[in-house]
């Protein structure tokens, strides 16, 4: 049976009561908030499990998802995965049991519920996300951001106190005032117009590509009631919610996404995605590139940023040697945020990995056709 699935998030635990059916051999699903994705929050998982489920088997029984920053490359999901291998949460670095989502994504999926009990249509983060039929979700715009939490804010405070006692005249003054300082409200207000400011400029990009009944708030700085109210008048046409746990959102919709991995039915690329190739030269290829036999490197695009794709859909393309006595073909795969490519050395242009196809048999020359399917990860 499966136990109750829980939460890490600032150090705390967020027990859910529902236990619906999970396909494998999973019994427990723990979300991560990628803030706290640390050493110390691995000894807890660690302790809890231990003491919570005395003799589970961890790496075949628990599925953990980790929420990462939209933004994040798959590099550095890449070397997220090696630094949970090595905390020991996992034992095999490339095991299913081990997944992330977006930030984003995890907390659409929250709201998801909260459009259910509402019998609302759709929902915004900083992508606009629909609810499909079957409860599933779908990305209908791509993501945007940009660094506007609420630590800037603060930033904006600090500011205002190194004016204040940053050189001897303004500290010959505090003390005069008993090193008091007062703030009025348009002050006050300077500190948060930057921030709230950037935020509303994001989302009037988001709503101006795809307007929207619903917006959500996630996050810290949601219980802003100066953001929230700023919102509200800015967006008067939309309904504004503010739902509960903002912190733990997205924890909570990873723990949520985990449990039914078919939540998400479809995703915008954030990347192009594609591999390089070897073919012939042609007329309109730099000259410079051209190899002695005649041949050329190039990028050959499979999926393209922007693009709607459902989970699981494959772009294919069949390959072939470019030597009949060739033992093998080199797959290099790369993505880049550019939506068109030509060369895989282009500024932006990032390896993912790659991988050998021997092709011992050579009797065919070049006839040899490889199949290569590139498949949307769940």
């Not at 000894?43 to 994040?72: Q, S």
């Not at 190899?291 to 190039?298: A, F, L, P």
Request: proline share 4%; glycine share 6%.
């Amino acid at each position: 049976m499966l136990q109750k699935e829980f939460v890490y998030v600032e150090r705390h635990v967020y027990q859910f009561d529902f236990l619906p059916e999970v396909p494998t051999d999973i019994r427990v699903v723990v979300g991560i908030g990628f803030a706290f994705a640390n050493v110390e929050t691995c000894e807890i998982i660690k302790e809890d499990f231990e003491r919570r489920w005395p003799g589970i088997d961890f790496f075949r029984m628990v599925r953990l998802v980790f929420t990462v920053p939209a933004e994040f490359t798959e590099k550095t999901k890449s070397i997220m995965r090696q630094c949970i291998y090595d905390a020991g949460l996992i034992n095999n670095s490339g095991t299913q049991n081990l997944k992330f989502i977006t930030e984003p994504e995890a907390a659409a999926i929250y709201c998801m519920n909260v459009l259910k009990d509402h019998r609302l249509k759709s929902g915004v983060d900083l992508t606009v996300r629909k609810l499909l039929d079957n409860n599933q979700l779908g990305e209908v715009t791509e993501h945007s951001g940009d660094v506007c939490g609420g630590a800037y804010v603060d930033k904006e405070f600090l500011r205002f106190l190194e004016d204040k006692v940053g050189n001897g005249n303004a500290l010959d003054k505090l003390e005069e005032d008993d090193w008091e300082i007062d703030i009025d409200f348009e002050t006050i207000k300077s500190f948060f117009d930057p921030v709230v400011n950037r935020i509303i400029r994001l989302i009037s990009i988001q709503h101006d590509e795809c307007k929207c009944n619903v917006m959500f708030l996630i996050g810290g700085f949601s219980e802003s009631k100066y953001l929230q109210q700023t919102i509200k008048q800015r967006f008067s046409q939309c309904k504004v919610a503010v739902p509960p746990y903002l912190t733990a959102a997205a924890a909570c919709g990873a723990v949520e996404y985990g449990l039914d991995m078919d939540t998400v039915k479809n995703r915008v690329l954030k990347w192009t995605y594609g591999i390089k190739v070897y073919p012939k030269f042609e007329e309109g290829d730099l000259p410079l590139r051209k190899e002695s036999d005649g041949h050329i490197y190039k990028f050959l695009l499979m999926a393209k940023r922007g693009v709607q794709v459902e989970v699981d859909q494959r772009f294919s393309e069949t390959m072939y040697p470019s030597k009949p006595d060739a033992m093998g073909i080199l797959f290099s795969f790369y993505y880049t945020a550019k939506k068109t490519a030509e060369y895989c050395d282009e500024p932006g242009m990032h390896k993912l990995g790659e991988f050998d196809v021997d092709l011992p048999d050579t009797h065919l020359g070049k006839d040899r056709p490889v199949t290569l399917e590139y498949v949307l990860e769940q």
